[in-house]
């Protein structure tokens, strides 16, 4: 059974780091490249990084340079970091992980809400 357990958000100050996880439980995701993704209040979800199961990432512009993304595989659960360094007030959203791509009908997290103060 696929689930996906986001954790790590929380209320920060602007410059402040957080590290996000995510245990992504189903042997799928050992396979798939998996990203991170975030939806801020009004705005459509966006994908903020990605990694392949080799290990390659990509970063949207906004992120790149402040946010590392990496994996951890095993078995049937894979765990998804995503180190957020230099935060700022437009980070504030709630953040989900993922296979990428994702298709209508994929199952997705609670996600965690992550709150950059200015």
């Known amino acids: 059974q696929v689930q996906l357990v986001e954790s790590g958000g929380g209320l920060v100050q602007a410059g402040g780091s957080l590290r996000l996880s995510c245990a992504a439980s189903g042997s799928i995701f050992s396979i798939v490249a998996m990203g991170w993704y975030r939806q801020a209040p009004g705005k459509q979800r966006e994908l903020v990084a990605t990694?392949?199961?080799?290990?390659?990432?990509?970063?949207a512009d906004s992120v790149k340079g402040r946010f590392t993304i990496s994996r951890d595989n095993a078995k049937n659960t894979v765990t998804v970091y995503l180190q957020m360094n230099s935060l700022k007030p437009e980070d504030t959203a709630v953040y989900y992980c993922?296979?990428?791509?994702?298709?209508?009908?994929?199952?997705w997290g609670q996600g965690t809400l992550v709150t950059v103060s200015s």
């Open positions: 993922n296979r990428i791509p994702t298709r209508p009908g994929h199952y």
């Open positions: 990694i392949t199961s080799g290990g390659s990432t990509n970063y």
